[in-house]
């Protein structure tokens, strides 16, 4: 069983729309958690932060069930500028590699 | 913020060839340097971890012996893939951890290595 389990999509929307995307891990142990933006042969970069009381930036919003081992990423009013892969990140400790889920693929279309 | 200057960018070899891969970080001490592969439409998978001055901690499947990890300073760590083979043609990315940084990781742009 993998650690971190995302849908790979693709989710296809149009501009505009509110897309929502989950992930599961599996190491209770997990402290950290993150999602990070992958844009097409490029390196992934930190989206945001995830937190239990559930935090949000702009149009993004994530959650975190440690009871579940769940985490979520709510983006609303979809741009263009969106698509990309969503990789879910966690983190046993300080000091210990990312672990990253395989990603979700996101399409906004005009 | 933190940057992390990965190069080469892109490299195309012949099977049997050695290619070093260097991340060096710019305006931080990278005590702790991740290694990943990435493979097409694959998750980044952890191939090792160095620390400074000490010998690189390999994930388990990775060889030791062709991929090679130098982190000999605080802002230079270097990965060899050692007589590569098309197999080993895969998305190469490092990160750097500062110390006493948390949860800050700074990412190198990657290397799309290609063996021919």
């Known amino acids: 069983r993998k650690e971190v389990e995302q849908d790979p999509g693709p989710f296809n929307v149009p501009e505009g729309a509110t897309v929502a995307f989950n992930c599961t891990y599996s190491n209770s142990a997990s402290q950290s958690f993150f999602w990070y933006r992958q844009d097409c042969r490029k390196e992934p970069k930190l989206l945001m932060s995830v937190y239990s009381s559930g935090n949000e930036d702009g149009r993004f919003t994530a959650q975190l069930n440690r009871a579940s081992q769940y985490i979520s990423l709510l983006i609303r009013d979809s741009k263009l500028s969106d698509s990309a892969t969503y990789l879910c990140?966690?983190?046993?400790?300080?000091?210990?590699?990312?672990?990253f889920g395989k990603g979700t693929s996101l399409l906004v279309t005009p | 913020g933190a940057v992390v200057s990965q190069h080469p960018s892109r490299v195309i070899c012949k099977s049997g060839t050695s290619v070093k891969i260097e991340c060096r970080s710019l305006d931080f001490q990278a005590t702790t340097m991740f290694w990943y592969r990435q493979f097409p439409k694959k998750s980044l998978m952890l191939m090792a971890t160095?620390?400074?001055?000490?010998?690189?901690?390999?994930e388990q499947g990775v060889e030791k012996d062709k991929f090679l990890i130098n982190h000999a300073s605080l802002t230079l760590s270097t990965l060899t893939v050692t007589s590569a083979h098309p197999e080993d043609s895969s998305f190469y990315i490092c990160?750097?951890?500062?110390?006493?940084?948390?949860?800050?990781?700074?990412f190198g742009s990657g290397t799309r290595l290609t063996v021919v």
């Open positions: 160095s620390n400074e001055g000490s010998k690189a901690t390999y």
């Open positions: 990140v966690v983190k046993i400790n300080s000091g210990y590699a990312l672990n």
């Open positions: 990160s750097a951890r500062e110390a006493d940084s948390g949860n800050g990781y700074t």
